[in-house]
């Protein structure tokens, strides 16, 4: 699934081609979404914002559509008129005189005014988006010291978007590294001076993916810039320790680490 930093390079990539310029076609493949095609057309794109791993389209008549890429999503910019070729499912087409996004295959997908989005039971229970640069070290380490996440282990708390809004896998596994901790912490086991680590590399790690990556491949959902310490350096040495990097399941997911230098 593409994590934070992705989602919000998708949204620059949608904003520089859409915002204010007049849509002179809608398409939405759900029969529930179709009766605003027409409304659409005309009107114009006023924002388009990440929201974790969400999105959130504001049109210029009040409507706001939210959409979430879950596991296979993906948004393409092309040329308007034109259609790629692929295997995927196209669930929405917004396009102006010049150019088109099309969504694929996600199915989590409402239109409604932007107060009722607000509601949407994913926005409700995210946290933080940890790309908002309005979210500071200290509140992160105010979030790890609350009721509800100070008893719990790292390893599965990066993952649940209640506490940090964009984490995912990759996150996971590097900001852990950065702060030399194991998945089996939990914050209230910590010094300040590992909460402290640990709060700047949560927001660290993500923002300087999200600046750094360049180009996603969508088969593995890394690129060609920003370099991991240990996400699918499984049997490499670490670059830290010398330690041998370990692969193991976590979560349900796979997790890379350092089991000598992250204790």
């Not at 620059?12 to 029969?31: E, N, R, S």
């Not at 996600?106 to 309005?134: K, W």
């Not at 901790?181 to 993916?209: G, V």
């Amino acid at each position: 699934m593409p994590e934070g930093p992705e989602i919000r390079r998708a949204a620059d990539q949608l904003a520089a081609v859409m915002i204010g310029q007049p849509l002179t076609k809608v398409w939405f493949a759900f029969p529930q979404l179709k009766h605003y095609q027409d409304e659409l057309v005309g009107g114009t794109i006023t924002s388009i914002e990440p929201r974790g791993k969400a999105l959130l389209t504001d049109f210029s008549n009040g409507l706001t559509m939210y959409s979430h890429n879950q596991l296979y999503g993906v948004w393409k910019v092309v040329r308007a008129g034109e259609t790629p070729q692929t295997k995927r499912d196209l669930r929405v087409r917004l396009e102006t005189a010049e150019w088109a996004i099309l969504l694929y295959s996600a199915s989590d997908i409402t239109l409604a005014p932007r107060g009722e989005i607000e509601q949407h039971p994913f926005l409700r229970r995210i946290g933080p988006d940890v790309l908002d640069r309005a979210v500071t070290q200290e509140q992160v380490e105010q979030r790890l010291l609350s009721a509800a996440f100070c008893k719990r282990q790292l390893g599965g708390m990066l993952l649940d978007q209640s506490f940090l809004a964009g984490l995912g896998n990759y996150l996971r596994a590097e900001i852990l590294w950065q702060a030399e901790l194991a998945p089996k912490h939990k914050p209230q086991d910590l010094s300040p001076e590992e909460r402290h680590k640990l709060a700047q590399a949560l927001l660290e790690i993500p923002r300087i993916s999200y600046q750094t990556r360049g180009q996603v491949n969508e088969d593995r959902h890394h690129g060609t810039v920003f370099s991991f310490k240990v996400f699918h350096r499984s049997g490499e040495p670490c670059l830290r320790c010398g330690g041998m990097i370990e692969k193991m399941s976590l979560s349900s997911r796979p997790f890379y680490w350092c089991p000598v230098c992250q204790k």
